[in-house]
């Protein structure tokens, strides 16, 4: 019974080890016959100088023209073949490498939930797959020169027997060589996992310093010695832990070494006084001096190439565990029988004895939550701060599946519905939206990218989302390149920023949910209340159509008061539900809060 890591190896490798014949059959198969028919060029030239030596000392007069062919076949080759396939394999390596980037992130990217996201286990088998992406890149080449450098060795030994057998026991001086190369292989893969999540540290704080995002604060509290100092120090932390290592592989590597200078003087030495005796001639002391100051090259390389493939297996066997978690995720979230969102809500959502832990935790974020959403209605929820409000709009979003409980739409068991069926049916702005660097009418588009170049479509979401003030103060209007990471770019306020990211929820102008997290919190409560009002307005003229619901979560009490209801979440409980009118009669939590905001707004 292979063991999980191993099967996952092995899928990698499946999916991975022709990738580069994949991207250029005709330029591969071209690199490798070239990279095969330079491993004979040692042989060549050891037999090309052993003809020259017997002609020059008389052993073989009329070998001297055959050996200087040898010679210059085995320079020729050598030296066009290796660098004609070095040139050739810039171009093979950059289109592998975009097929395996590529490939990467569809990988990531079609995952649909974010565990593999906020889960440091997950981000740093990440971080290692993206370090050994080059040894991935040339895994096919890896293999093809081990084949070859076997076939070199072979020939080597055959050509040393010709000179006496008992020169078949060089090769095994080079095996400590063989095994200490195998073992500083898997002491520095150990080494790097060790230290992956210090150098994953020392790159969030190099980029705490350089990246836009964090440079006001930086500034303002002074903050550059500080990151730059722990950015040094966490370097050199794991920069000494990286020394001590190759520091204890070069000298097991000089130790083995030392072990194959022993048996290659032993060689030598017995081979010339063979000569000295009369037994060998000096043609083959020049082959066997030749061949035998190759056997550690040899055998290093064949070292070498099986450490770079082990190194290459352990990136297989991380790429096979992200397609292994991508498809089981995938299959989780497949629903039952083909089971599909429906196109109008009849019922409702019903959240059932919800509870949730996120996954690597065992802090409760949610605990027995019930709730009942009727279609064409209009949801706030409130609470405090790390209350649960955003964990209940991921699991409407299916981004997490409740620990225990269930959330039922008409009835029908979310999880038994196609995500992918699921999330085209619902629309989303969230707190954290994502600041897309591309044209304003992209931005806004890609909420519904069959109308991405339709430009009367995302001027009318503009307007849903009361964000039609922002394209008409850009340079060339929703023509405009956003973000100052490219030229021309235009920087966009916060609030900016926002309205154009409601402005993508409003893309899809019929979703049967539409999730509206704190998707104003950079705007006045002014605008706020007047989107909200928009929304609650348009939802109820719909529910006739399609029963959408919508969902807000917001701190502003002056704005939630106009939803059918209200829920009020308190470390993971819902304590309180029912339209404003009902919670100020209740006189709880909620009509706490709601006089405490409203006498600050008055004040």
Not at 158 to 163: D, R
Not at 374 to 384: E, L, R
Not at 443 to 451: E, H
């Amino acid at each position: 019974m292979l063991k999980p890591e191993t099967v996952s190896a092995l899928r990698g490798l499946r999916a991975l080890g022709w990738l580069s014949i994949k991207a250029a059959p005709a330029r591969a198969i071209a690199i490798y016959a070239l990279r095969l028919s330079t491993y004979g060029t040692t042989a060549l030239t050891a037999i090309g100088l052993q003809r020259m030596t017997d002609a020059v000392t008389g052993q073989s007069p009329n070998a001297l023209n055959g050996g200087l062919t040898l010679l210059v076949v085995a320079l020729v080759i050598s030296m066009s073949a290796g660098w004609l396939a070095y040139s050739l394999n810039w171009g093979l390596q950059e289109r592998t490498n975009l097929m395996i980037e590529t490939e990467l992130a569809f990988l990531v990217s079609e995952i649909p939930t974010l565990e593999h996201h906020e889960r440091p286990e997950y981000l740093k088998e990440m971080d290692l797959l993206r370090q050994n992406i080059s040894s991935l890149t040339s895994l096919p080449d890896v293999i093809i020169g081990r084949v070859g450098s076997v076939g070199s060795i072979v020939i080597t030994l055959v050509l040393l027997a010709g000179v006496h057998p008992a020169l078949l026991f060089l090769p095994l001086f080079g095996i400590p060589s063989l095994r200490i190369a195998i073992s500083t292989a898997r002491r520095t893969r150990k080494k790097n996992e060790e230290i992956a999540e210090p150098r994953r540290l020392g790159g969030y704080l190099y980029y705490a310093t350089t990246l836009p995002a964090m440079g006001k604060e930086v500034r303002v509290f002074g903050l550059a010695d500080e990151l730059v100092t722990r950015f040094l120090r966490t370097n050199e932390d794991f920069d000494r832990a990286e020394e001590r290592t190759q520091v204890t592989n070069a000298l097991w590597t000089a130790l083995g070494w030392s072990t194959f200078a022993v048996g290659f003087i032993a060689a030598i030495g017995f081979v010339s006084a063979r000569v000295l005796s009369g037994a060998s001639n000096l043609g083959e002391l020049v082959l066997a001096v030749s061949l035998a100051s190759q056997v550690n090259v040899q055998v290093s390389a064949l070292a070498g190439g099986l450490s770079t493939f082990t190194t290459a297996l352990d990136a297989a066997r991380r790429w096979g565990w992200l397609r292994d978690h991508s498809t089981q995720v995938l299959e989780r979230l497949a629903g039952r029988d083909g089971t599909t969102a429906p196109g109008q809500l009849r019922k409702g959502i019903e959240l059932r004895d919800i509870s949730f832990t996120y996954p690597g935790t065992e802090k409760v974020v949610l605990e027995n939550v019930n709730a009942t959403f009727p279609a064409g209605s209009t949801i706030a929820i409130v609470g405090d701060n790390g209350a649960g409000k955003t964990t209940i709009v991921k699991l409407l979003s299916r981004f997490y599946e409740p620990t225990s409980g269930e959330v039922f739409v008409d009835d029908v068991p979310l999880s038994d519905i196609q995500v992918g069926s699921w999330r085209s049916k619902l629309s989303a702005a969230f707190q954290d939206f994502a600041h897309f660097e591309f044209s304003a009418r992209e931005v806004v588009g890609i909420g519904n990218l069959a109308q991405i170049e339709d430009v009367v479509a995302v001027e009318a979401a503009l307007e849903r989302a009361h964000a039609s003030d922002v394209a008409p103060g850009l340079p060339q209007g929703l023509s405009t390149q956003l973000g100052r990471s490219f030229d021309g770019g235009v920087e966009l306020s916060t609030g900016q920023w926002q309205k154009l990211a409601v402005g993508r929820a409003m893309m899809r102008e019929t979703p049967i949910l539409l999730l509206l997290d704190e998707p104003t919190a950079s705007l006045d409560a002014v605008t706020e209340h007047a989107l909200f009002q928009r929304y609650t307005d348009a939802a109820r003229r719909s529910a006739d159509e399609s029963g959408a619901i919508t969902i807000l979560v917001s701190h502003r009490f002056s704005t939630v008061r106009m939803a059918d209801l209200i829920l009020v979440i308190d470390k993971g409980h819902v304590v309180e539900q029912g339209s404003h009118h009902e919670l100020m009669e209740l006189d709880g939590v909620y009509a706490e809060l709601y006089r405490m905001q409203s006498k600050a707004y008055v004040e």
